[in-house]
């Protein structure tokens, strides 16, 4: 089992809320969800949470700017 605070993932994302946080992971889920190889998921043992929190923890997500963006995007 992983233990990663929500501290610790703000500060790597450089976040202001946990919402936003919240946001971002389930952005970066569907898109794991949706690309053409899914090895990676089938594969592993850690669900798919387990799997974008490590991500954004290990600094993984090359394009955090854009899925910040599209957040911002839909809120409005």
Known sequence: MIEISI????????ERD??????????????????????????SNENLTTIVFKELMEG???DLKNLKDSIE???S
């Open 60 to 62: 993984k997500v090359k």
């Open 7 to 14: 501290d610790e993932l703000l500060n790597k994302t450089k």
């Open 73 to 75: 995007e839909n809120k």
């Open 18 to 43: 946990k919402y936003t946080l919240t946001r971002l992971a389930i952005k970066k889920a569907k898109e794991l969800i949706k690309e053409k190889d899914k090895r990676a998921l089938q594969d």
